[in-house]
């Protein structure tokens, strides 16, 4: 079996001659057939950060009406604490007011 020499820049040629033409045909082919996998990941992303946004504004909404529960005890507080006021004021001190009717 003899081997005969390799003619480089034929090789070369050839090589670059056929990649003038599949590299388009490869670009067009890749594009129209991955356009589908490539719109459904788009879909599952966009979905996905729907996901995200919905729960961070549960989350918020969360936390806010936590915040009003608070302040409504908080209100709450001060209304009783008031009263009380109110009370030790209309009393008169210890006496039950009889200090004021002399």
């Known amino acids: 079996m003899q081997i005969l020499p390799i003619d480089v820049v034929a090789l070369v040629s050839v090589i670059l001659g056929i990649s003038i033409v599949l590299v388009p045909v490869l670009?067009?082919?890749?594009?129209f057939a991955l356009n589908p996998a490539v719109e459904a990941l788009a879909k599952l992303f966009e979905a996905r950060g729907v996901e995200d946004s919905l729960s961070?504004?549960?989350?918020?909404v969360e936390l806010q009406e936590q915040e009003i529960a608070m302040l409504h005890q908080t209100i709450r507080g001060l209304a009783d604490a008031q009263e009380f006021d109110r009370r030790l004021v209309g009393s008169g001190g210890p006496e039950g007011g009889a200090a004021n009717e002399v």
């Open 27 to 31: 670009g067009l082919t890749a594009r």
């Open 56 to 60: 961070i504004l549960e989350r918020r």
